[in-house]
């Protein structure tokens, strides 16, 4: 299966790309083809909302999402969501990615992706995540994905305390599982 991950932190060494690290070992060892790329780092702009490409047409947008991005989504069995937590929702870097899916929403939808969602947050409560898995749940069903499993890191604020909570090797055991 081709596992396209996006990984969207601006810390490169940092705890969801530790995870995402993980993940990409367990699938690589059960024989996946993975493709890594850096949202975070991408020139992707967000959506205008202009509606020229009426969900179903080029984006007016001639950037890394267009030029590259679109053709490794559609190319990809699996896509693997990594992200930090940000004021308990998905970071911007990765919700534009999303967004964009507006532009192939109808052909998207009809390939039935499988999805995974790796994430991290400082905090661990019982609600830290609750926005960002009624958000993924929704995408999913909207855009008929397959929901392959989370992984929702709490108490995974620095590289160190990643190391010690257990969830790098959730993410390598989903990775095995995919
Ligand atoms: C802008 C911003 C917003 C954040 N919001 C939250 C939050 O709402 N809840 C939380 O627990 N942690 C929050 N954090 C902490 C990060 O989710 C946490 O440090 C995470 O480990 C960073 O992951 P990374 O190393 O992959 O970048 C926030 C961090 C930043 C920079």
Known sequence: MKILVLKSSGNKQGSSNMLADAFIQGAKENGHEITEFDVFR???RPCRG??????????????????????LIKEADMLCFVMPVYYYNWPAQLKTVID????????LTAMHKKVVLLTVAWDNTDTVFSVVEAFYHRICEYMQFEDCGMVLGG??????????RGFVEKAYALGKAI
């Open 100 to 107: 964009r899916f507006y532009s192939f929403t109808t052909e």
């Open 42 to 44: 991408a020139d992707i």
């Open 50 to 71: 202009c509606s020229a490409c009426g969900m179903s047409g080029p984006c007016v947008q001639k950037d890394d999402y267009e030029r590259k991005l679109k053709g």
């Open 155 to 164: 108490g995974c604020g620095t590289p160190s305390m990643t190391k010690s």
